[in-house]
């Protein structure tokens, strides 16, 4: 099969204009991914089921991914002065990545029997701008894995025949996926708590069962 | 009330002594028909406990009804979802008393390993009376029929009259629970303090 950079340069030659980029994976199998904006998701999709070479007419699995907004910190070797002779110094840079919802679709070959592509697609970010457009009209069996994700991380996708919550009920207004999602507190009763549960019960204890804080002793 | 002593005398001379509460309580747990109801893999053991291998016939509990109209047991077999929930103990209100409910498998009792999970009700004891609870993940079908011995014998001693009697019998108790509702985050209630408060532990 072809490598990303073939695909994602008879992409940029077939539907120009068209901005396209390759992610890479630092995991040892490496899958790395096609990165499409929003506008052109569904024309890219289109070509990677309908062209001759690729021909990926099963979508084996879509999923979410919650990135939320975070200070990534780099670090960045870089020649300073000091004390008169040049020297190598590192240097942490900190930047802030605006969060954003992703949403992967692994493409497989059945006719081919090639595979995967990965093709991710990206939400302007975490609030208001959330929308994608669908990709169920082009393999069905996204159908439902489209609906879990607009469920559970809140990815609205736009030309989705049938978008409704499938796991939680239709009342509900939280995305339980989403990083900072709070569970409910019902830990009323948990007898043999531990970690997270262990502070978030802690709550419920009655008054005078709480331990006392020992004073610690001077040396 | 005949001695019992008396009673075994006159058994082996042929005459047979009761009373209508020990007739009628033994025809009753003797045939305790459970709901046909699933809700994970715990389900998968209830089967394999009324099959052949295990034969739950032989406790006359076999008849598994597929109409809460004509069970007397709800055997909630599996996790309880929080989506779920509600019509489990809707189910439950369908059915007509006397009627028993058996918690099967850690799930049903407190989540069991999806206690975590926001989606999973941390026991089904926060929305209906539990009668007998069976450990286990899943429990074996031998546990599941010894929860039916148990039950059998809780139905053998109850009183047909006076202050103890059971719900079924007192016109006073409501044999209907709440319903709970979706809520935007969670059930509302998130569970029915009526039947259910937090056990005290000793820390």
């Known amino acids: ?21 390759i992610l890479p994976n630092e995991c040892p199998a490496g899958e790395r991914a096609l990165l499409v904006e929003a506008g052109r998701a569904f024309d890219v999709a289109k070509f990677l089921r309908d062209d001759a070479q690729l021909r990926l007419d099963y979508c084996s699995n879509v999923t979410g991914i919650d990135w939320p907004e975070t200070v990534v910190k780099t670090k960045v070797k870089k020649k300073m002065l000091v004390e008169g002779a040049e020297k190598e110094v590192e240097e ?69 025949p049938d978008l409704r919550r499938i796991l939680m009920w239709d009342e509900f207004k939280d995305f339980p996926m989403r990083k900072d999602y709070v569970a409910p ?19 419920h204890y009655p008054a005078e069962a709480k331990p006392e804080v020992k004073a610690e002793v001077k040396a | 009330m005949i001695d019992e002593g008396l009673k075994s005398e006159l058994q082996k001379q042929g005459v047979y002594v009761t009373s209508l509460q020990e007739l009628y309580n033994w025809g009753r747990a003797n045939s305790v028909w459970p709901l046909t109801f699933g809700l994970a893999c715990c389900a998968i053991e209830m089967m394999a406990a ?88 899943p429990p074996r079908p031998e546990a599941l029929i010894h929860a039916i011995m148990t039950l059998q014998e809780k139905i053998l001693n109850q009183k047909l009259t006076g202050p103890e009697r059971p719900r079924h019998l007192n016109a006073d108790v409501a044999g209907e629970y709440p319903v709970p509702a979706y809520g935007p985050h969670d059930l509302e209630p998130p569970n029915n303090p009526a039947i259910w408060q937090p056990p005290a532990i000793k820390r």
């Open chain 1, 92 to 160: 942490t840079i900190e930047t802030l990545r605006s969060g954003h919802l992703e949403v992967a679709y692994h493409l497989y070959s059945m006719a081919l029997k090639h595979g995967p592509v990965v093709l991710k697609l990206r939400t302007e970010n975490r609030a208001d701008q959330t929308h994608l457009p669908s990709l169920t009209p082009l393999w069905r069996g996204a159908e439902f894995q489209e609906r879990e994700i607009f469920d559970l991380f809140g990815v609205v996708f736009d030309g989705h």
């Open chain 2, 50 to 137: 009324s099959m052949a291998r295990f034969d739950l016939a032989r406790f006359g509990a076999e008849v598994f009804r597929p109409s809460p109209r004509q069970a007397d047991l709800m055997i909630v077999a599996g996790t309880v979802t929080k989506k779920m929930a509600p019509l489990v103990v809707r189910l439950y209100n369908q059915m007509p008393e006397p009627k028993y409910v058996i918690a099967m498998g850690a799930c049903a009792i407190s989540g069991g390993p999806f206690k975590q999970g926001y989606n999973v009700l941390k026991g089904v004891d926060r929305y209906l009376p539990v009668d007998v609870s069976i450990p286990g993940c």
């Open chain 1, 1 to 21: 099969m072809e490598t990303p950079e073939q695909i994602k340069a008879r992409i940029e030659q077939t539907l120009p204009p068209v901005k396209l980029d």
């Open chain 1, 185 to 203: 507190d019902d830990l009323e009763y948990e007898p043999t708590p531990h970690d997270e549960v262990l502070d978030a019960a802690k709550k």
